[in-house]
């Protein structure tokens, strides 16, 4: 089981920016396609970026020109670049393998957008 530790949340006014980072403990984290997950209050986990062990992306469309995620299989992280944040990004923020069995869930790191 790979444990899977994000960090890099906080509170930012809208038009902001912030860097998720998602730590895993394995190596073989380098293998498997990840996405960024987020879960706003009252409302189901939702898909918000993915990046394939080859490095290809695919983003929802409400995030699409806003954030960027990357990975460095090296190091065994992935990272969410948010730009030009809104209101409605306000989530905790999660990563975790997608399109297998999810890994057990993180606690995820709070992302709070003001207006």
């Known amino acids: 089981q790979v444990q899977l530790v994000e960090s890099g949340g906080g509170l930012v006014q809208a038009g902001g920016s912030l860097r998720l980072s998602c730590a895993a403990s394995?190596?073989?984290?380098?293998?498997?396609?990840i996405g960024w997950y987020r879960q706003a209050p009252g409302k189901q986990r939702e898909l918000v970026a993915r990046?394939?062990?080859?490095?290809?992306?695919n983003y929802a469309d409400y995030v699409k020109g806003r954030f960027t995620i990357s990975r460095d299989n090296a190091k065994k992280m992935v990272y969410l670049q948010m730009n030009s944040l809104k209101p409605e990004d306000t989530a905790v923020y999660y990563c975790?393998?997608?399109?297998?069995?999810?890994?057990?869930w993180g606690q995820g790191t709070q992302v709070t957008v003001s207006s």
């Open positions: 394995k190596s073989v984290f380098s293998l498997f396609e």
């Open positions: 990046i394939s062990s080859g490095a290809i992306t």
């Open positions: 975790n393998t997608f399109g297998t069995n999810p890994w057990s």
